[in-house]
T-cell receptor, first 111, second 112 residues
Framework: KAGVTQTPRYLIKTRGQQVTLSCSPI?????VSWYQQTPGQGLQFLFE???????NKGNFPGRFSGRQFSNSRSEMNVSTLELGDSALYLC??????????FGPGTRLTVL | AQSVTQLGSHVSVSEGALVLLRCNYS??????LFWYVQYPNQGLQLLLK??????LVKGINGFEAEFKKSETSFHLTKPSAHMSDAAEYFC??????????FGAGTTVTVRA
């Protein structure tokens, strides 16, 4: 079974731009969660989607948004990029709440 | 709300020595507890998890952890370190939903 895939793996943007990251979950998994990892703040929960509905949201500004499609693939969008948005963005998929499988991440650099 | 504290941001061990990584958590409900490992430029890989039942859980690569409710701890151990164990380790807690709260991480270096 293929694992969680994230595209692109690396991205460079400039301040003020917007970016869209994509995540394809493991086949059959309907829950997709997103996390931001930075050296200063560590791993922080962004949001979780299940059957195209956002069920849980972390403490991030409205510039961070996401969505999930009917095939469970998910995208997250960051608008008006700031330098502090530079991070590794990790996606995880789940069948049940007691286990999450992580993708390799998208490394976003904001210049 | 749940939270995790990992004691020690860096641990250095000799090859063949015991690896002990400490994790304490807080949770308002019976938690799910996890240990993940991250190698450079990679995502997180699940080492082991505690959900219910036996408090001593065994994971991959020879790691194990013990859930101690009275101490709100979930420490990770491996009897004999291998060079391939050099990585960053994260303890995480969830309140039985799909939101993980992570500790700050512990970087393990293994000396030959």
């Amino acid at each position: 079974k293929a694992g969680v895939t994230q595209t692109p793996r690396y991205l460079i943007k400039t301040r003020g731009q917007q970016v869209t990251l994509s995540c394809s979950p493991i086949s059959g998994h309907r829950s997709v969660s997103w996390y931001q990892q930075t050296p200063g703040q560590g791993l922080q929960f962004l949001f979780e989607y299940f059957s195209e509905t956002q069920r849980n949201k972390g403490n991030f500004p409205g510039r961070f948004s996401g969505r999930q499609f009917s095939n469970s693939r998910s995208e997250m969008n960051v608008s008006t990029l700031e330098l502090g948005d530079s991070a590794l963005y990790l996606c995880a998929s789940s069948l049940f709440s007691n286990e999450q499988f992580f993708g390799p991440g998208t490394r976003l650099t904001v210049l | 709300a749940q939270s995790v504290t990992q004691l020690g941001s860096h641990v250095s061990v000799s090859e063949g020595a015991l690896v002990l990584l400490r994790c304490n958590y807080s949770s308002s409900v019976p938690p799910y507890l996890f240990w993940y490992v991250q190698y450079p430029n990679q995502g997180l890989q699940l080492l082991l998890k505690y959900t219910t039942g036996a408090t001593l859980v065994k994971g991959i690569n020879g790691f194990e952890a013990e859930f101690k409710k009275s101490e709100t701890s979930f420490h990770l151990t491996k009897p004999s370190a291998h060079m391939s164990d050099a990585a960053e380790y994260f303890c995480a807690v969830s309140e039985r939903d799909y939101k993980l709260s992570f500790g700050a991480g512990t970087t393990v270096t293994v000396r030959a």
